[in-house]
């Protein structure tokens, strides 16, 4: 019987469709086991009645649908009068309550159950509740005098269990996470930016300035609005410090309710997705992103201090460049022009040294078409910075001195955690050689190759020997060394360490090292086996600057989607004279993920990029 019904209203579905192109009303009902398939369609034309099972017309008008809505009420009316039991009334109040779905619009997606719908149905005639008392359930301000944090802050070590101070006069604003109505007494949750307060609620006193203030607060407020009230201080019988309130007033009726008042937001895809209940119900991610913004302020008050200038420079550009990555393509209709999004800042900032600043930096946005993983997100923020006169050694001091002044103002403390490791910030940083750090660890010195014939063959062998994959199609020991690096020593470095003296062929923009064959004057810092930080001596001398480029544009041309071309412009730039300059460029995001222990990238960013829901 059930397979035959299956297969029954699938034909029904079809025969719905060619109905609708011949003029035919048809029913909606499913089939139950008592059903009649031979009275499912009537040769009615559309403008006739519903059929007796209740039928709706699709593309029906908001008039249409109002109409229904009235005799299908009408009928549940009569039937009700005539005594129908509420089992058979079951089905037509939900064809009445389908109809009126219709007129109020589809729900929004995270409305998944029929419960979501019936609260945010209700919290809209809530809305319709206040209006009609002239009141606004959608505010346009309101006298702020005190924050909850202020308030702890100001009564901490005052005022006895029961005890009020009346003379204490306060308005505060913020958002109900939760509600305890007990007859003529309330008590409320109330959440602001800085964090939450008790409120309480007495019926005497709250209608004493409006008669129906108490019968409205119960009627109206759920959890998730905004209000504002005023009162006075005092501390309840079991010592919790309270606004003991006066008035009250909606500023934002909530439509949707908070989630699980118990658990929280805890999907993790969900708190990505919709970050605002995430901050709203996670405390501790506001608490990131306020740890982000002090980061941020913090390196452009010490730069500003040093007598760095701040200078934006553009995001779109006809040749990406600056690093060694794959850009995001995009064309500019006015200008017929193919552009990407940029790279790197650097060397727009380097025009701005050869122009005659001395100390340039930005914080910006960066856009590089590549993978997503817990420390790489396409969309990140850097801190690039440039000085004249300066070398890598001098990016060394810059970047110990600011990020351990950025621990201690963030901390008050050098040493933090970090997952599973202590991380001390302390000063002096170890600092190390690539080549002296992959002898640590896999056994062999490439230094010793120098001069030597069969030196990219020994060198390969030695990677192979240390598990380092793929190193067959490498071409130069230079390479084999960095690979080995990657592969066999960046986990291992937990504590801040910078890594100096990189090998050429993976530096195209740094200078030659002073002393040292093969190398440039580079380094990059690393903590919890993380890169932070990248810097150069930067090269100067355009003639070896055009050769790298080349080197690079080869390397493009060959199709490696991560190199770069020859950017002409900067070489022109080049050309006219840059003084000896320190750069120094450091990741924004993964250093929020260190001083704030952040497990993903996607924690410090506010809105990370995520595939659309269902893709």
């Not at 990407?340 to 727009?348: D, G």
């Not at 120094?584 to 990029?609: C, E, H, Q, W």
């Amino acid at each position: 019987m059930l397979a035959y019904l299956r297969v029954a209203n699938l034909l029904l579905t079809v025969l719905m469709l060619v109905s609708l192109s011949r003029g035919f009303n048809v029913c909606t009902t499913r089939l139950s086991p008592k059903a009649n398939i031979h009275n499912l369609f009537s040769p009615t034309p559309r403008s006739g009645l519903p059929c007796s099972v209740g039928l709706t017309r699709l593309f029906s008008t908001t008039a249409d649908i109002e109409a229904q809505v009235k005799a299908k009420g009408d009928e549940i009316r009569a039937l009700k009068d005539a005594g129908t039991d509420k089992a058979a009334l079951a089905p037509h109040i939900s064809e009445l309550l389908a109809l009126k779905a219709k007129l109020e619009g589809p729900p929004p997606a995270n409305e998944g159950d029929s419960e979501a719908r019936e609260i945010r149905k209700a919290r809209l005639e809530k809305i319709d509740a206040i209006r009609s008392s002239n009141s606004n359930p959608f505010s346009y301000t309101f006298d702020v005098s005190s924050s909850a944090a202020s308030l702890a802050s100001a009564f901490e070590g005052k005022l006895e269990p029961g005890e009020e101070d009346e003379s204490f006069k306060v308005s505060i604003a913020g958002r109900v996470m939760a509600r305890r109505v007990f007859g003529k007494l309330a008590f409320f949750s109330l959440q602001d930016e800085s964090g939450q307060i008790q409120l309480q609620f007495d019926k005497k006193k709250l209608n004493a300035a409006d008669a129906d203030a108490f019968k409205n607060l119960k009627a109206w407020t759920d959890s998730g609005d905004i209000i504002g009230v005023t009162g006075t201080i005092r501390r309840t019988d079991k010592g919790e410090l309270t606004v003991n309130c006066e008035t009250w007033e909606m500023l934002t009726k909530a439509i949707l309710p908070l989630p699980d008042k118990f658990h929280g937001l805890t999907d993790v895809n969900k708190r990505y997705r919709q970050r605002h209940l995430d901050m709203i119900t996670n405390p501790s991610v506001r608490e990131t992103f306020r740890a982000r913004a002090t980061i941020t302020s913090s390196i452009r008050r010490q730069l500003d201090d040093l007598g760095f200038l701040e200078i934006e420079t553009p995001v779109l550009q006809a040749t990406p460049g600056g690093a060694e990555a794959k850009p995001f393509e995009t064309h500019h209709n006015a200008l017929d022009l193919p552009l990407t999004l940029r790279i790197a800042t650097e060397l727009h900032l380097k025009r701005l040294i050869v122009g005659g600043f001395n100390r340039v930096y930005e914080i910006g946005r960066i856009f590089r078409n590549e993978g997503i993983s817990t420390r790489h997100n396409p969309e990140f923020t850097s801190i690039e910075l440039y000085q004249a006169y300066a070398d890598y050694e001098d990016m060394m001091e810059l970047t110990e001195n600011m990020i351990t002044n950025i621990v201690n103002q963030l901390h008050g403390t050098e040493t933090l955690p970090y997952g599973d490791h202590t991380v001390s910030f302390q000063r002096p940083w170890r600092r190390i050689t690539m080549n002296d750090v992959v002898l640590e660890q896999i056994g062999f010195d490439f230094s010793s190759l120098d001069g030597n014939p069969d030196a990219l063959a020994i060198a390969k062998e030695k990677a192979r020997e240390a598990g380092v994959p793929n190193v067959d199609s490498l071409k130069t020991v230079g390479y084999v060394l960095n690979e080995c690096f990657e592969e066999c020593c960046e986990s291992t470095l937990i504590q801040p360490t910078f890594v100096t003296d990189y090998p050429k062929e993976v530096s195209p923009l740094a200078k030659p090292h002073r002393s040292k064959e093969g190398v440039v004057e580079r380094f990059e810092l690393f903590a919890v086996g993380r890169e932070l930080a990248n810097s150069f001596s930067e090269l100067t001398d355009p003639i070896d600057q055009r050769e790298r480029f080349d080197a690079q544009a080869a390397k493009k041309a060959a199709g490696d989607e991560e190199a770069c071309g020859v950017d002409e412009d900067f070489l022109l730039a080049l050309e006219s004279g840059m003084p000896p300059t320190g750069g120094l460029g450091i990741g924004i995001d993964r250093l929020v993920m260190l001083l704030t222990n952040a497990p993903s990238i996607r924690d410090v960013i506010a809105f990370p990029l995520l595939k659309p829901e269902g893709l």
